[in-house]
Nanobody
């Protein structure tokens, strides 16, 4: 079983930046795609960004050009670099890892963009 732990969330002003980290442990051999989802108050959980082991990426429309996703295979860690943050980016951000034999979620980390 894969375990995921997110870190890096917090309070940031509009226009600022945050970098989220997701450390994977356990059955990491099964991971093919790692990504980030978020859930804002009163809204459904939505895709933010994802990246496959082969380097293919997919971004939510609202974050294209502002967010980037990367993976460090040596450290078994995924990162989400968030720039030009807006109040509507506020929400709980969840790390996701999936493959043929697993579909795992982290506990979530709160991101609040506010003056």
């Amino acid at each position: 079983q894969v375990q995921l732990v997110e870190s890096g969330g917090g309070l940031v002003q509009p226009g600022g930046s945050l970098r989220l980290s997701c450390a994977a442990s356990g059955s990491i051999f099964s991971i093919y795609t790692m990504g980030w989802y978020r859930q804002a108050p009163g809204k459904q959980r939505e895709l933010v960004a994802e990246r496959t082991s082969g380097g293919n990426t997919n971004f939510g429309d609202s974050v294209k050009g502002r967010f980037t996703i990367s993976r460090d295979s040596t450290k078994n860690t995924a990162y989400l670099q968030m720039n030009s943050l807006r109040p509507e980016d506020t929400g709980v951000y969840y790390c996701n890892a999936r493959g043929l034999s697993d579909n795992a979620w982290g506990q979530g980390t709160q991101v609040t963009v506010s003056s």
